[in-house]
């Protein structure tokens, strides 16, 4: 159960509920890690305002590589929620289903497209020891530039925002979704 209540627009008081249709408008609904950030308002709008920036209007990086990396963030930090929210997601943007289960099931990038395997790395490195070698950065950064690397990087650094939050706050999936990441 969650720490804290999922906030509706009627739950806002009226001066805050642009927050909520803001956030609604771009995403279609406000799911639940946007309803608990709604206990404080101008915050969630932010966040999300972020987050439209990265998922919506962001043109460096294609959507296989957004997921990519979005899902390796989701597994290295237990994020059953972005996990089983985003798999849909990434299955749509193309990413492989071999790809899925090596970042599942932590198997060896050595068997995916160097494409692939050099995103995963990168995320891996950047969560798991808080920099990335040389190396990595470089193969990233030939691959998608200055900016698009940048913009990776914060990628990253959103959806570990995230699972922070949804960790600490104990937000669950939606009775609709069902888990996809083994616990």
């Known amino acids: 159960m969650s720490r804290v209540p999922y906030i ?8 805050k509920r642009t927050v909520y249709d803001q956030i609604s408008s771009h995403r279609g609904n406000v799911a639940r890690p946007f309803q608990a950030l709604l206990n404080s308002p101008d915050l969630a709008g932010k966040v999300a305002a972020v987050g439209e920036h990265l998922r919506f209007q962001l043109s460096t990086l294609t959507d296989e590589i957004r997921e990519i990396v979005t899902l390796t963030t989701a597994r290295e930090m237990d994020s059953q929620y972005e ?27 050595r068997r995916l497209l160097p494409k692939e ?9 950047l969560l798991r020891d808080r920099k990335v070698r040389d190396t990595t950065y470089s193969a990233v950064e ?3 530039g200055m900016q698009g690397t940048v913009d990776l990087v ?29 616990q």
Do not use: C, K
Request: proline share 8%; charged share 20%.
């Open 8 to 15: 509706t627009r009627e739950d806002l008081p009226e001066e």
């Open 83 to 109: 996990w089983s929210r985003h798999v849909p997601w990434a299955q749509a943007a193309g990413v492989r289903e071999e790809v899925v289960n090596a970042i599942r099931d932590g198997t060896s990038l």
């Open 117 to 125: 395997a050099v995103f995963v790395q990168f995320t891996q490195e």
């Open 142 to 144: 030939h691959l998608l």
């Open 154 to 182: 914060v990628i990253i650094g959103y959806y570990a925002l995230l699972g922070y939050t949804m960790a600490a706050l104990e937000v669950e999936l939606e009775p609709e979704f069902p888990p996809l990441l083994p």
